[in-house]
């Protein structure tokens, strides 16, 4: 059996006529999706990982563990040894 789009299928037939995928322009199509960097700082008993473009309240890091995050340094501003534990 030969199926022609547009045409009637025979009743009780199982298959179904589908025009093949349109891809949208180029200009048009999504950017490629990226994989977030994930940045870390190791110490001798914990790993900090984190990803750099989503720490955008880094105050509050700053603030709550002070000898962990170096404000305005140069060189290492992540010191995961000096975290003090809370509770």
């Known amino acids: 059996m030969t199926l022609v789009l ?6 009780g037939c199982c298959a179904s006529v589908r025009a093949p995928p349109i891809s ?14 994930i940045e870390t700082a190791e110490g001798a008993n914990v790993v900090i990982a984190f ?3 989503r720490c955008i309240h880094a105050r509050f890091c700053v603030l709550q563990q002070p000898g962990v995050f170096k ?9 995961p040894d ?5 509770g």
Not at 24 to 37: D, G, I, M, N, R
Request: glycine content about 8%.
């Open 51 to 53: 990803e750099g473009k």
């Open 71 to 79: 404000a305005n340094v140069v060189g290492p501003w992540l010191a």
């Open 6 to 11: 547009g045409a009637a299928l025979p009743k």
């Open 24 to 37: 949208p322009p180029p200009h048009l199509k999504p950017p490629p999706v990226s994989t977030p960097e």
């Open 82 to 86: 000096d975290a003090r534990r809370k």
